[in-house]
DNA sequence: AAGAAAAGTTGAACCAATTCTAAAATTGAG
DNA sequence: CTCAATTTTAGAATTGGTTCAACTTTTCTT
């Protein structure tokens, strides 16, 4: 039944988000107005606030987007891992850590992130901790893989180890995204770097 | 050289943290409106914004201290650590999280930590990356101190192993003032266990 | 001790997010 | 085609953090 307000309903979502996309990139979410993107998205400023509970969830909406994607992408790479316990790892953190600025800007990750420990009840701070839980799972999810395969020894707490690096990763990154000058070559070796004494302790 | 106007600075800070630390827990940080704070210290708006930029360095001068009150309990356990690798880090983590609630709520943690991310290059920004930093420094001393004694293998990178438990530990951290029903018992034996593996890799 | 300079204080005005309201437009059912 | 229900709209009102130009107080100089 996708009657005509259906799809009107949908391409004002998508007509908003791409506004908000726009305008965060160019004038950063601060400096992004709602009244701009409202123009841009040729809605009422009205209409956004009944789409979105705040100008937060929109920058929710785009962020759900971008961890989707990556967390698709690791699939792969869960599916069939390198045959090297330390190349699985980089393998994935490196999609999720290259992936990470293909739509959003480091001060968009910057303002989600505040978002999300600030309100972590909001729709959009619960659909990012449940993200967050994803990206674990997967890490999670690629030791066990790598159990079957005997690359991993079979008495390791895998849940733990995927917490330990998924934690570890994530506050990485953070710190990456709170400083404009840090890039991701010198990120990803300083990770690998961390990983190695736990790599070097799981591996038959 | 403590001029009338060095000792009236100093109280107006005093009045300014006391005022804020009273309405923060009381009415939370949205709640304590700049306007009440000043009421309250007995000073003007514009004072305010004389000694803090804005109202997240309040709450920055606050979470400073208590932080820093950390970092000097946790130099006892550095200096003679429990005869264990596995008891040596939970006293010191321990440490950390029993002291956390003692001046600050839950509500507090999660705004100080969001405009440390919002704001990294603010003076509180700054700040708590500075604190972070000390925080996995002291971990890294407490595993060096282990090296010395002889429950940690010399071979072992300290470094990245303080990093790894640091970062996880924080991250763990974050959750836990995220979710207002936590408790600290179920937040310190999930870290246990994420650390087990690391204890068994690095002991002796 | 007077006058000037420096430092600090004040609160009204500003700005942008959000809420609210009443009118206008759109849709789907009968 | 008509009508009732639902949405959208424009814009005014509200709110609370932040700024700023005018005013005070403190300190310095002679």
Known sequence: MSGLRERQKADRHRRIIDAATAL????????????????????????????????????????????????????????SPPANVGDALDTLIGIYIEHSLNYLSKEMWRQAMAISTQLPDSPFGQAYTALDRELTRQISALI?????????????????????????????????????????????????????????????
């Open 24 to 79: 965060f990139r160019e004038a950063g979410y601060e400096g992004a107005k709602i009244e701009a993107i409202a123009a841009q998205a040729e809605v009422s400023i009205g209409t956004i606030y009944n789409y979105y509970q705040n100008k937060g969830d929109i920058l929710g909406a785009i962020v759900s987007m971008e961890v989707n994607e990556v967390l698709n992408a690791g699939r792969g790479v869960v599916a």
């Open 144 to 204: 066990a893989r790598l159990q079957e395969i005997g690359l991993v020894r079979a008495d390791i707490d895998g849940t733990a180890v995927g917490e330990l690096i998924f934690n570890n990763m994530n506050m990485m990154f953070i710190e990456f995204v709170k400083r404009n000058e840090a890039r991701i070559p010198e990120l990803r070796a300083a990770i690998r770097r961390q990983n190695r004494v736990l790599v070097a302790a799981i591996g038959v």
